[in-house]
């Protein structure tokens, strides 16, 4: 699986051109499913903020691209319509498109649903993550973004990068976003950490992360 880890979504030239790169195609050309459930798990989140992801009226830009076919993934949904139905949606679709919320949440349900375990066979599919759906990608998140009281309340996520991700640096909306913040926040984690701008993202494939930018970013652990 290649993947194009944002903090705000495909938000500028430099993201678009680089999740054009990895579909090998114009995104005009490629289908693409998206994947709210994240939402679902965090408290600033609402049925109107999801509805707004998968409308394309989201401030990051995500689902409003001009794919050739999009569809809706609900993660909570899959357990019980068994896995002979979904796995060939998920193995058609050129991209996957994982909203923003809570990254336990989400990890939850990749799990449950079995997507988590079918990600790495998926060689040619990008996943395209907006702040919590880059998370999930991480082994830890760190206990400050944990949110939705999984088991434990354990930090622990997907594990298919061996960094972390601190989103929405210095963003307008989130005051507690600084650099000061990600830097406390990376102390308590053992691996490499990122903290990325709305700006940012990370493309990873064969396990090798390349940031691309038109903001600010900045490696605290490497």
Known sequence: MKLLLTSGGVSNASIHAALCGLLGKPVAEASALCIPTAEYGHPWCTPASAWRFVA???PAPMCDLGWRSLGLLE???LPSIGAERWVPWVQEA?????????????????????????????????????????MVMAPR?????????????????????????????????????TLAHAEQWAAALPG?????????????????PEVISEGHWQQLKG
Do not use: K
């Open 56 to 58: 394309g009226h989201s």
């Open 75 to 77: 993660l909570t949904a």
């Open 94 to 134: 050129d991209a996957l498109l994982v909203d923003g919320g809570d990254a336990a949440y989400l990890g939850h349900w990749l799990r449950q649903s079995g997507l988590a375990e079918l990600l790495p066979s998926l060689a040619s599919t990008v996943w395209v993550g907006v702040s919590a759906g880059s």
């Open 141 to 177: 998140i760190g206990p400050a973004f944990v949110g939705w009281p999984s088991p434990g309340a354990s930090d622990e996520t997907l594990g298919l990068v061996d960094f972390s991700i601190f989103p929405h640096l210095n963003h307008p909306d989130m005051p507690h976003n």
């Open 192 to 208: 490499p950490c990122y903290a990325i701008d709305d700006q940012t993202a990370i493309q990873v494939v064969d396990g090798v």
